[in-house]
C-alpha cells in the first residue's frame, strides 16, 4: 500500500490520466520510468482469446482451450468443476501472457431470446452467484485475474449500447445483482466490467450508486472497474461514476480531457487519484506471477470433455439411451460433422482441437455401421434433396441420430433472437426422419432453451448438447454410450412456447428503454407463480438411473434468521448404474409482507452413488436463504413466521418438505405514515397498540362504527372497504367528534410509533 501510495506521489497527472485509459485495445498504460509493468487482458469466459498481435482489437487469436460455454457450464451444478475449469483457464493465461481473463458473465437469462444467454449462467441468482463464484476462485488460485461481467443490468442485444434497463429497486437487488454481489464478496474478482447499457437512465459506465454506494462501498470491492469496450461516453463523468479504467485504448482525447478536467477544478484530483491506486494494485498483484510456457493441451482438452459430458442434459429418454449393440446407425445432420462448439463474438475461441462428433461416435461404436446423411444446409436454406437423403439413411437403419446446431444467424452475441425455433429445414427434418424411424435421438448444439412441442413426440430421445466446448464431440458419444452417465440439470426453463416467457409483453423495448415489467418474476419463479405449464422445468434433467430421496431433516424447528438452518436428506442410487444426482432445495415463505415468488433456489449440491450406495446430503441455509429485499427498509429483512424447505430434483419435482418457524432479529423502524391504511395500523405491532388505545377513548357508538361502518351500504361490505382506507380519510366521517383534525391526531399517533413509548 505504502508501495502504491508512493508511486501515485511520484506519478505526473498526466501519466495518472493516462494510467486510466488503455494503452491498445488490450494492455494498460505501463510508466516506464517509473518502472511500472503494463496489464494484458483477453476475453473470455470460456476459453482465452489472445489476440496475436495485442495493437489489433479484432486479430486471429493464439490457440487455446474452448471450453464449453456457461449455459453448459452451469448446467453441470458442479461447482468443483467449474473450479477445475478456472485453474485449467488461468494456466493457458499464464502461458498465453495473459494477466485477467475477461470473465465471467453473471447476468440474469432474463428471456430465452437473449443473444448471449450461451455466455450467462442461469435466470436464477443464486445458482450463477455459485458457478460466478467457483469460475473466480479458481482462475485466481493461480495467480491470474479475472472480470466479472457486464455490470449490471445486461440482458439483452437489441440496443446493446445505450438501452436503458428500467426497474425497480427490489427487482435490482433480488434478481440482477445478487450474482455479482455473491461472486464480489465470496470470490473478490480482481476487476469488475461494467456494461455497456444504461440502468435506470443513467449508463452503468457513470453509474455512481452502481459502481461506489453498492460495488465498491457496500460489498467492499477492492479491484478496479474495467467499462466494456467502449461503454464510456464522459471520461470525466465515468471516473467520477467509479469508473477506473477505459478500454479500448488508446484515447488520447480522453486523457486529455482527465488531465483538464483536474487543472480547471471540474473534477478533485482525489477522484483520479482513487482510480489510479485501484488500478495500480492490480497491475502489481498481476506482476507476482510469472508468465510464458506452456500448457497441457491434451489434459485440458480432456477436461473440456468432461465438463461437457457432465453439463448436457437429458430431456427425453423412452430407454433408447445408452445406446446397445446395434448394427447400423444413421447418423444425420451436419453437426455430425462440423461440431457446434461456441458461440459468435467476443467469446470466440481459436481452438487447439476440435473432436468430430462422427468420429469421436465411431470410435464407441465398435462394428456398428455407421452411414451419415448431412440432413439439412448450411444456415436457414431450405433443401428438400437433403430431407430425403436423410430419410432414406435413417429407415434402413436400426437408430436415426440427428445432430442439429442452432446457425449463427440465430443466435450470436450482437443480436437477440428472434425466436426460439429450430430452423424450418431442421424441423421437416425431425418430422420426416422420426416417420420412418421410431428409434430417433436428436442431439441438439445451441446455447439457450427452444421450443420442441411440434417435433419432441416422434423422437424416442432428446439430448441437449449446448455449445459444448471443442470436445463436445466426444462427450455426446460418452453419454449415447452410457461412458457417462448424464447429470446435466437445466439451468434455464424450456417453456412450450415463446409467449409463455415472462418478459414476452416488455421484450426487447423501445424509445431508448426496456421494461422489467415482470419484475422479481423472471424464470421459473414466473411460471411456478403463473402456473404456467412448461416443456422442461429449472432443474430437470434426466439419468440412466434413478434416485429416491428420504429421511429429509432440518437442525431445528424454530430458529432465528441469522443463526441459519441446516437441512439434511438421504439420496439413494435405486438402479443399477452408478450416477450423478444434483440436490436442489428451495424455500417457500408462508406469508410475507410483500409478494414473493413461491419457491427460491437456496442450496444445491452435486452427489455421486453407486448403485444401491446411500448418502445423506446437507446444505446449510443463512440468512439471505430467507429474507427479501424491502425497498421501503432499503435493506434485505426477514420476517416472523413459517416456511416451507423444499427439497427436490428439479423445481417441479419436490421429493420432500419440512416447514421450519423463523423468527427474525431485525428491529426494523416502523413503516406507518399518514397514508397507511386502518389493516396497516392494525398489522404493525407498534401501530396497533397505540392506534388501539386512541380508540379507546373515542365515545362507545362512534368504536362500534369506526371498523364496521354501517355495515352493508350500497351492496358493499364496509368492513372490507374501511380497513383498507386511510386513518385520516376514516377519521374525516367523524370530524365534528374529534378535539382536532384527523391530519393532527394522525400525526400525533405517528410521533407516539416513531418514540415507540
Ligand atoms: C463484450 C465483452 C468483451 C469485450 C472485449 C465487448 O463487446 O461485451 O464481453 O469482454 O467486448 O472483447
Known amino acids: 500500500m505504502t508501495k502504491i501510495n508512493d508511486l501515485i506521489k511520484k506519478m505526473t497527472l498526466e501519466e495518472k490520466a493516462a494510467l486510466c485509459t488503455g494503452a491498445s485495445p488490450w494492455t494498460t498504460t505501463p510508466v516506464e520510468r517509473l518502472d511500472l509493468p503494463e496489464l494484458t487482458v483477453s476475453d473470455g469466459p470460456h476459453g482465452v482469446r489472445r489476440v496475436a498481435d495485442i495493437n489489433n482489437l479484432i486479430a486471429a487469436s493464439l490457440p487455446a482451450t474452448c471450453f464449453p460455454t456457461a449455459s453448459c457450464m452451469a448446467s453441470t451444478w458442479d461447482v468443483d468443476l467449474i473450479y477445475a475449469m478456472g485453474q485449467a483457464l488461468a494456466e493457458e493465461c499464464i502461458a498465453l501472457k495473459v494477466d485477467v481473463v475477461l470473465g465471467p458473465g453473471a447476468n440474469m437469462k432474463r428471456t430465452p431470446l437473449g443473444g448471449r444467454n450461451f455466455e450467462y449462467y442461469s435466470e436464477d441468482p443464486f445458482l450463477a452467484g455459485q458457478m460466478a463464484a467457483s469460475f473466480i476462485d479458481g482462475v485466481q488460485s493461480k495467480g491470474v485475474g479475472t472480470s466479472l461481467k457486464h455490470f449490471a443490468a445486461n440482458n439483452q442485444e437489441f440496443q446493446r449500447l445505450s438501452i436503458s434497463s ?92 482527465v488531465v483538464e478536467a483536474v487543472r480547471s477544478g471540474a473534477m478533485g484530483e482525489s477522484v483520479l487519484d482513487e482510480s489510479v491506486r485501484r488500478i495500480l494494485g492490480i497491475v502489481f498483484k498481476a506482476a507476482e506471477t510469472s508468465k510464458g510456457g506452456l500448457f497441457d493441451t491434451a489434459a485440458h482438452h480432456a477436461l473440456a470433455r468432461r465438463i461437457a459430458a457432465e453439463g448436457m442434459v437429458l430431456l427425453k429418454n423412452n430407454g433408447i439411451l445408452p445406446l446397445k449393440e446395434q448394427q447400423h446407425i444413421a447418423v444425420i445432420g451436419r453437426a455430425a460433422e462440423e461440431a457446434h462448439f461456441q458461440g459468435g463474438g467476443s467469446s470466440h475461441i481459436n481452438p487447439t482441437q476440435v473432436d468430430n462428433p462422427f468420429k469421436e461416435l465411431q470410435k464407441s461404436a465398435g462394428e456398428t455401421k455407421l452411414t451419415y446423411a448431412e440432413g439439412y444446409p448450411a444456415g436457414t436454406a431450405f433443401d428438400q434433396s437433403l430431407i430425403d437423403a436423410a430419410v432414406k439413411n435413417a429407415r434402413s437403419a436400426d437408430v436415426a441420430l440427428l445432430y442439429l446446431a442452432l446457425p449463427d444467424s440465430k443466435e450470436s452475441e450482437g443480436y437477440d433472437r428472434a425466436d426460439l425455433d429450430l430452423t424450418p429445414q431442421q424441423v421437416a427434418l425431425i418430422k420426416a426422419v422420426t416417420a420412418v424411424q421410431p428409434m430417433t435421438v436428436v442431439i441438439l448444439n445451441n446455447g439457450a432453451a427452444v421450443v420442441m412441442s411440434e417435433w419432441i ?249 369506526f371498523f364496521r361502518g354501517e355495515g352493508e351500504v350500497a351492496g358493499m361490505d364496509t368492513t372490507s372497504f374501511f380497513m383498507d382506507t386511510s386513518l385520516p380519510d376514516r377519521l374525516h366521517y367523524f370530524e365534528s367528534a374529534l378535539p382536532t383534525s384527523p391530519e393532527d391526531l394522525v400525526d400525533g399517533l405517528l410521533a407516539q410509533v416513531s418514540q415507540n413509548k
Open 457 to 705: 413426440d416422434g423422437t424416442a430421445a432428446v439430448l441437449e448438447a449446448w455449445m459444448m466446448g471443442q470436445a463436445g464431440g466426444g462427450a455426446i458419444a460418452d453419454v449415447l454410450y452410457g461412458k457417462v452417465n448424464p447429470s446435466g440439470r437445466l439451468a434455464e426453463t424450456f417453456p412450450l412456447k415463446l409467449v409463455d416467457t415472462p418478459a414476452h409483453i416488455n421484450f426487447p423495448g423501445g424509445n431508448g428503454e426496456v421494461r422489467y415489467g415482470e419484475g422479481i418474476f423472471i424464470g421459473y419463479r414466473y411460471y411456478d407463480a403463473k402456473e404456467v405449464p412448461v416443456h422442461f422445468p429449472f432443474g430437470y434433467g434426466m439419468s440412466y438411473t434413478t434416485f429416491t430421496y428420504k429421511n429429509s431433516k432440518v437442525s431445528a424447528a424454530s430458529f432465528k434468521d441469522v443463526d441459519g438452518l441446516t437441512v439434511s436428506v438421504d439420496v439413494t442410487n435405486a438402479g443399477k448404474v452408478t450416477g450423478k444426482e444434483v440436490v436442489q432445495v428451495y424455500v417457500h415463505d408462508h406469508k410475507s409482507g410483500l409478494v414473493r415468488p413461491p419457491k427460491e433456489l437456496k442450496g444445491f449440491a452435486k452427489v455421486e452413488l453407486q448403485p444401491g450406495e446411500t448418502k445423506t446430503v446437507t446444505l446449510a441455509l443463512d440468512f439471505r436463504a430467507f429474507a427479501y429485499f424491502h425497498p421501503a427498509y432499503k435493506q434485505w429483512i426477514t420476517e416472523d413466521g413459517e416456511f416451507d424447505i423444499l427439497i427436490g430434483a428439479s423445481v417441479n419435482d419436490i421429493r420432500c418438505s419440512q416447514t421450519v418457524t423463523l423468527q427474525s432479529t431485525l428491529e426494523l423502524p416502523s413503516l406507518l405514515n399518514r397514508e397507511s391504511t386502518l389493516r396497516d395500523w392494525m398489522e404493525d405491532p407498534r401501530g396497533k397498540r397505540f392506534f388501539t388505545s386512541f380508540i379507546q377513548q373515542l365515545p362507545a357508538q362512534m368504536q362500534a362504527a
Open 166 to 257: 428500467k426497474m425497480d429497486e427490489r427487482t435490482l437487488r433480488e434478481i440482477y445483482l445478487p450474482a455479482f454481489e455473491t461472486a464480489v464478496k465470496k470470490a473478490k474478482p480482481w476487476t469488475v466490467m461494467c456494461a455497456y447499457n444504461k440502468l435506470n437512465g443513467t449508463y452503468c459506465s457513470e453509474n455512481h450508486r452502481l459502481l461506489v454506494d453498492i460495488l465498491k462501498d457496500e460489498w467492499g470491492f477492492e479491484g478496479f472497474v474495467v467499462s466494456d469496450w467502449g461503454a464510456v461516453h464522459d471520461r470525466v463523468a465515468s471516473l467520477k461514476g467509479g469508473l477506473d479504467l477505459e478500454m479500448p485504448g488508446p484515447k488520447e482525447r480522453r486523457v486529455k480531457a
